[in-house]
């Protein structure tokens, strides 16, 4: 069993930055894949971004490109989400998940999940 628990969020006015993070329980995180999601109100959850469980490989969807990065420290159990140049089109409630598969986009595809934090982004 894998427990996140996210932090980090806030209000923030466009062009600044915050950092989240996520603190995972249990001693076979490090075995997961973990990805960001968002979801505004009155939208669907949307992938932001993952990395491999040994932190080598990453990847983001094409609307935080060059803004956001995705790292971890396994020591720590914790993966982090700098996220830079913030637009307030950003606001949104952002989820740590945990996945053991090889696809990191579909939400269906992981398997536990934080209860999120809020990121709210003011013009």
């Known amino acids: 069993q894998v427990q996140l628990v996210e932090s980090g969020g806030g209000l923030v006015q466009a062009g600044g930055s915050l950092r989240l993070s996520c603190a995972a329980s249990?001693?076979?995180?490090?075995?997961?894949?973990t990805g960001w999601f968002r979801q505004a109100p009155g939208k669907e959850r949307e992938f932001v971004t993952a990395i491999s469980w040994s932190g080598g490989s990453t990847y983001y969807a094409d609307s935080v490109k060059g803004r956001f990065t995705i790292s971890r420290d396994n020591a720590k159990n914790t993966v982090y989400l700098q996220m830079n140049s913030l637009k307030p089109e950003d606001t949104a409630v952002y989820y740590c998940?945990?996945?053991?598969?090889?696809?990191?986009?579909?939400?269906?595809?992981?398997?536990?999940w934080g209860q999120g934090t809020q990121v709210t982004v003011s013009s």
């Open positions: 249990g001693r076979t995180f490090r075995r997961y894949a």
């Open positions: 998940a945990a996945t053991n598969g090889l696809e990191w986009e579909p939400r269906t595809k992981y398997d536990y």
